[in-house]
């Protein structure tokens, strides 16, 4: 579903914020992604997003080339992909529920149709009772909800998420990992960025970049991946 091959990136002048990374990533597949700062881990997702090009190598999302990818069919690729990125930028003004509205009213959809899948989504991630709150007045953890919510929306193939659990305390991050792993369950391919131990101490498969290199781990060298 996602394949990287033998991708480097580097930005202008700078070192290589990747460099040779070849990895795949199963269709409903959970995948974290670690490694210190400045390791090339948010550089990797936005590559699957096409905010990113590649300078070498090339990035296959469901076959298709993302490198080679016109301008006209980035949109198309963003509608099966569920982005979460730091920072949240919900909009202070509007309501929960117009927020994750958005992306449905973007792409067209009939406004009663927008309110009600948002409302579902919104459900999903267990803050029914916020949908007419502002952003601002929500927790941290609960910000972060309503970004899953936002991205899961559309109902995507992919969810791509930068460090979702950043600046939040353990319960906190326990509820947006549990609103995450359920849309895993119900068959959606994530890949998830994270600095955070207690979450990959339980991780199936985790993909390690140290300065833009994969560490190998058993899926990166090709050997059967735990179930
Ligand atoms: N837009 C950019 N222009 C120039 N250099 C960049 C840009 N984005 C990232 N870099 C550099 O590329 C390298 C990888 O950055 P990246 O943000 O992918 O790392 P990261 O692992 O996500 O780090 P963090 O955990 O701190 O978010 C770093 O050296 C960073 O300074």
């Given at each position: 579903m996602i394949e990287f091959n033998r991708v480097s990136k580097q930005y202008g002048r700078g070192g290589a914020a990747l460099s040779d990374v070849t990895l795949s990533i199963a269709k409903g597949e959970l995948a974290f992604l670690s490694g210190p700062s400045g390791a090339g881990k948010s550089t990797l997702l936005k590559m699957i997003a096409a905010i990113e090009r590649p300078t070498s190598g090339s990035v296959l999302v469901n076959g298709q080339d993302i490198g080679q990818l016109p301008a006209s069919g980035i949109p198309y690729l963003r509608r099966n992909l569920g982005l979460m990125f730091q920072p949240?930028?919900?909009?202070?003004?509007?309501?929960?529920?117009?927020?994750?509205?958005?992306?449905?009213?973007?792409?067209?959809?009939?406004?009663?149709?927008?309110?009600?899948?948002?409302?579902?989504?919104?459900?999903?991630?267990?803050?029914?009772?916020?949908?007419?709150?502002?952003?601002?007045?929500?927790?941290?953890?609960?910000?972060?909800r309503v970004a899953i919510a936002r991205a899961i929306v559309n109902r995507p193939q992919i969810i791509l998420a930068d460090e979702p659990t950043a600046n939040l305390d353990r319960a906190s991050a326990g509820k947006v990992m549990d609103a995450l792993m359920a849309f895993h369950v119900a068959g959606v391919t994530c890949l998830i960025a994270t600095h955070d131990e207690a979450i990959l101490r339980g991780a199936d498969r985790i993909i390690r970049l140290q300065a833009g290199r994969l560490i190998d781990t058993p899926a990166a060298v090709g050997e059967t991946l735990p179930s």
């Open positions: 949240a930028n919900l909009l202070s003004d509007r309501t929960v529920l117009a927020n994750v509205m958005l992306p449905l009213l973007i792409t067209g959809a009939p406004r009663n149709e927008a309110e009600k899948r948002a409302r579902a989504a919104l459900d999903k991630v267990g803050l029914t009772d916020k949908a007419l709150s502002e952003p601002l007045a929500l927790s941290g953890g609960e910000q972060q």
